[in-house]
Nanobody
Framework: QVQLVESGGGLVQAGGSLRLSCAAS????????MGWYRQAPGKQRELVAS???????NYADSVKGRVTISRDNAKNTVNLQMIVLKPEDTAVYYC???????????WGQGTQVTVSS
């Protein structure tokens, strides 16, 4: 059984920070590219950041400089450190696992991040 469980979401004031975590089970973690996506009300789901098994990262332009993605292959976890949060960062944040050779992909259930002015 594959599970991706996100945690760390919540309510934070503009300018604050949050650290999201995703714990994966049921997959060979080191063979998956991991990513964080978000979906704001009325908008499409969009990539926030991704990281390959080897540690190569990719970020959306809107979050560059404010977000850091990391992974721990020994613990099967991927994290998203967010700083200087803005109201437009408010969204449900989803963890994604994508096999690097395209065998399969999985999504977590999401965690709510709300940034207040």
């Amino acid at each position: 059984q594959v599970q991706l469980v996100e945690s760390g979401g919540g309510l934070v004031q503009a300018g604050g920070s949050l650290r999201l975590s995703c714990a994966a089970s049921g997959i060979i973690f080191s063979t998956y590219t991991m990513g964080w996506y978000r979906q704001a009300p009325g908008k499409q789901r969009e990539l926030v950041a991704s990281i390959t098994s080897g540690g190569s990262t990719n970020y959306a332009d809107s979050v560059k400089g404010r977000v850091t993605i990391s992974r721990d292959n020994a613990k099967n976890t991927v994290n998203l450190q967010m700083i200087v949060l803005k109201p437009e960062d408010t969204a449900v944040y989803y963890c994604k696992a994508d096999h690097w050779w395209g065998l399969d992909r999985y999504w977590g259930q999401g965690t709510q991040v709300t940034v207040s002015s």
